[in-house]
C-alpha cells in the first residue's frame, strides 16, 4: 500500500469517526431547519386566513348589520370585544359614528378609549385620537383632549392637532392663543385643500376682538407662504 492509498484509508477513518459522534446533532439540526420552516409557512397561512375571516365577519356583523336595531347593536358590540385587531378598530369607528348621531357622547368617548391601540396601527389609532379629541372638546375634558392630542405625533395629522388646540383655547376663553393655533393651523393647509371651518373659526374670533379678517392672510396659507404683514396686530 503507498503513502495515498494510506492517506486516503485515514481520511475515511477520520470521516466515519466524525460521523458517529456528530450525526445525532446534524439530524437534529436539519430536522429543527425543516420545522422552523414548517412553522413559519402554516403561521403564514393561518394569519392570512384569519385576516380573511376578520374582513368577512366585519362586513357582514357590522357593515351589513343594522346597528340601529338592539340586536345589531350588540351583535357589533360583541364582534368589538372578540377582536384585538384592526377590524375591532374599524368596527368601534363605526359605533362611535353611531353614537355620535344618538347624542351619547360619553358612550362614544368611552369606546374611543377601549379601541384606540387594538389594530396596532398608527394611522388608524391617529385617526381615533383625533374624533377622541374633539368629543372630549365637546364634553369639556380638555385636559383628556390634550392627551389625546399629545399621543397623535404623525406629521399627517399636525395641522388637525393644532387647530383642536385652537378649539381647546378658544373654549377656554383663551383668544389670543386660539387665535395664533388657528394661523399656524392655516399655514399648514395645503394647497388645493379648503379649510372653511378653520377660515371661520380664524376670522369670528378675530371680529370678536375688532380686528378686521385678514383674507391676505388666508390666501398665503393656502399656498404655503407667508403673508407680507401680520393677521393679528403686536401688542
Known amino acids: 500500500m503507498d503513502i495515498l492509498e494510506e492517506d486516503e484509508k485515514q481520511r475515511e477513518e477520520e470521516l466515519e469517526k466524525w460521523w458517529k459522534e456528530n ?9 429543527l431547519a425543516i420545522f422552523l420552516i414548517v412553522s ?25 348589520g343594522d346597528i340601529n336595531d338592539p340586536k345589531g347593536l350588540e351583535s357589533v358590540k360583541d364582534f368589538i370585544a372578540g377582536h384585538n385587531d384592526v377590524y375591532g ?21 368611552d369606546n ?39 399621543a397623535a405625533k404623525d406629521e399627517a395629522v399636525k395641522g388637525v392637532v393644532t387647530e383642536i388646540r385652537g378649539d381647546i383655547a378658544a373654549a377656554q376663553g383663551k383668544r389670543e392663543e386660539a387665535v395664533a393655533l388657528y394661523r399656524e393651523a392655516l399655514g399648514m ?22 380686528v378686521k379678517p385678514a383674507p391676505e392672510f388666508v390666501a398665503a396659507a393656502a ?13
Open 112 to 150: 374611543l378609549r377601549n379601541a384606540i391601540g387594538k389594530g396596532n396601527d398608527t394611522i388608524l389609532d391617529n385617526l381615533l385620537r383625533i374624533r377622541a379629541a374633539r368629543l372630549a372638546v365637546t364634553l369639556k375634558k380638555y385636559d383628556e383632549a390634550e392627551g389625546f392630542l399629545k
Open 23 to 31: 450525526w445525532k446533532s446534524i439530524f437534529g439540526g436539519v430536522l
Open 223 to 235: 399656498s404655503g407662504k407667508e403673508p407680507e404683514a401680520p393677521a393679528v396686530p403686536a401688542k
Open 40 to 64: 413559519v409557512y402554516f403561521y403564514r397561512d393561518y394569519v392570512t386566513r384569519q385576516r380573511q375571516h376578520g374582513a368577512n365577519e366585519f362586513y357582514s356583523v357590522v357593515l351589513n
Open 89 to 109: 378598530e374599524l368596527a368601534a369607528s363605526v359605533l362611535v359614528k353611531s353614537l355620535v348621531s344618538a347624542g351619547k357622547y360619553e358612550e362614544a368617548l
Open 189 to 210: 393647509v395645503k394647497e388645493g385643500f379648503e379649510k372653511p371651518g378653520l377660515k371661520m373659526k380664524y376670522e369670528s374670533l378675530l371680529a370678536e376682538k375688532g
